[in-house]
């Protein structure tokens, strides 16, 4: 069976600082993978998206950078974190290249700015 | 563009009223529905799916039908329980992209 793994689970870090956000993906091959923001009170916002190695679209202009140096594996970065990055951090799968695919997503990562 | 509207909350029941979270949505292509839910401090789950027009998706008592007239994709429950508190997302992915669109989510609490 397929398994998401997101780590940390929490996070706080000063204004400033770099992040660095992991997400793995188990028990499936050529996933597509994506990060999603949830500010507190609100909705989820996609961040990025990647449909290979190497390959990131971007949603939303911000600080945040993603990678993706292997198949199954999700990076979201900062190289100094604002107060606004503060929020809940979800990182997500579906199956690639078929229609009415379910995303399926890891536990999430609380980030707080100080 | 594709998009998706649902209902704002907080929504607050007591244990064994009815629910209904309205959704409608908005997509260019043959959309699939699909309802998260997210209990607290945690990520989202699948609730429920629908692919089609009137399929229904059902899961731990909540159902949805898929309305194509009306473009809505409304979650119902006929008796709430306290451990149904939680945040539900209604979303929906289109066949022309990998993309999913997901509503601002709506707020449930049940009390006993």
């Known amino acids: 069976s397929q398994t998401i793994h997101q780590w940390p689970a929490t996070l706080v870090q000063p204004v400033g600082s770099p992040l660095s956000l992991e997400c793995t993906v188990e028990?499936?091959?050529?996933?597509?993978l994506y990060w999603y923001r949830q500010a507190a009170g609100r909705g989820l916002q996609l961040l990025f998206y990647?449909?290979?190695?190497?390959?990131i679209s971007s949603e939303v202009p911000q600080n945040l950078s993603a990678s993706r140096p292997q198949d199954r594996q999700f990076i979201l970065s900062s190289k100094k974190l604002l107060l606004s990055d503060s929020g809940f951090y979800l990182c997500a799968w579906s199956p690639r290249a078929g229609q009415w695919e379910t995303q399926y997503f890891g536990p999430g990562t609380r980030l707080l700015v100080l | 563009g594709d998009s998706v509207t649902q209902m704002e909350g907080p929504v607050t029941l007591s244990e064994e009223a009815f629910l209904t979270i309205n959704c409608t949505y908005t997509?260019?292509?043959?959309?699939?529905l699909f309802w998260y839910v997210q209990y607290p401090g945690e990520g989202l789950q699948l609730l429920l799916k629908a692919t089609k027009a009137d399929d229904k998706g059902s899961n731990k008592g909540f159902e949805a039908t898929y309305r194509k007239e009306t473009t809505s994709f409304h979650l119902e429950k006929g008796s709430v329980q306290v451990s149904d508190s939680a945040v539900y997302f209604c979303?929906?992915?289109?066949?022309?992209?990998?993309?999913?669109?997901f509503g601002t989510g709506t707020s449930l609490t049940v009390i006993p």
């Open positions: 979303a929906l992915s289109v066949n022309t992209g990998n993309q999913f669109y």
């Open positions: 028990g499936t091959s050529n996933p597509n």
């Open positions: 990647s449909v290979g190695i190497g390959q």
């Open positions: 997509a260019t292509g043959y959309p699939s």
